[in-house]
T-cell receptor, first 114, second 114 residues
Framework: AQSVTQLDSHVSVSEGTPVLLRCNYS??????LFWYVQHPNKGLQLLLK??????LVKGINGFEAEFKKSETSFHLTKPSAHMSDAAEYFC????????????FGKGTSLLVTP | NAGVTQTPKFQVLKTGQSMTLQCAQD?????MSWYRQDPGMGLRLIHY???????DQGEVPNGYNVSRSTTEDFPLRLLSAAPSQTSVYFC?????????????FGPGTRLTVL
């Protein structure tokens, strides 16, 4: 069975400082991993995805994530936070070997202070 | 392309009423799914479909019905609404070719059951 755990429900950073949002997964198969972002009262937007071509994945808006199989982790990082990064972030793993259904983490709320 | 569209955006129901949440996509995607989002719970899969005429249950299917008569449409029916179904509902679609393909989400329907 596949599952995903986001280790922090809330993260607060100052503008201009690094962002780290942590995600661990468990999967019986080679996982497909994604990070989605949801701004207040909006739908979900894909930030980045792990496609097995490279362990370091670059996404939109300066975010990146590193797939570490030995640690079963897929942490999201950004070197310098911007006020517009304040949002809810979801780590997602596929539920089945065919990759049809997604299993969402419970989300991490990122607060960026001036 | 309009992408994934959902109607209505907001709905208030009384306990016991029935209604259908509409979802349509114009990307010719085979896979469509319904999620509900509750505070602190992330998104949980209700039902999904891998093609016209084929549906299956997700994590939280009780109280919901689906059907898929066309590739484009995937309505979600609440047979007898309960306060526990108060939530934000998201429809998503994905092409069938790869488990690494992202899912595209609709803007959501905010449902309140009194």
């Amino acid at each position: 069975a596949q599952s995903v755990t986001q280790l922090d429900s809330h993260v607060s950073v100052s503008e201009g400082t690094p962002v780290l949002l942590r995600c661990n997964y468990s999967s019986s198969y080679s996982p497909s991993l994604f990070w989605y972002v949801q701004h207040p009262n909006k739908g979900l937007q894909l930030l980045l995805k792990y496609t097995s071509a490279a362990t370091l994945v670059k996404g939109i808006n300066g975010f990146e994530a590193e797939f570490k199989k030995s640690e079963t982790s897929f942490h999201l990082t950004k070197p310098s936070a911007h006020m517009s990064d304040a949002a809810e972030y979801f780590c997602v793993v596929t539920l089945t070997s065919s990759g049809y259904a997604l299993n969402f983490g419970k989300g991490t709320s990122l607060l960026v202070t001036p | 392309n309009a992408g994934v569209t959902q109607t209505p955006k907001f709905q208030v129901l009384k306990t016991g009423q029935s209604m259908t949440l509409q979802c349509a996509q114009d990307m010719n995607h085979e896979y469509m799914s319904w999620y509900r989002q509750d505070p602190g719970m992330g998104l949980r899969l209700i039902h999904y479909s891998v093609g016209a005429g084929i549906t299956d249950q997700g994590e939280v299917p009780n109280g919901y019905n689906v059907s898929r008569s066309t590739t484009e449409d995937f309505p979600l029916r609440l047979l007898s609404a309960a306060p526990s179904q108060t939530s934000v509902y998201f429809c998503a679609s994905r092409s069938d070719s790869s488990s690494y393909n992202e899912q595209f989400f609709g803007p959501g329907t905010r449902l309140t059951v009194l």
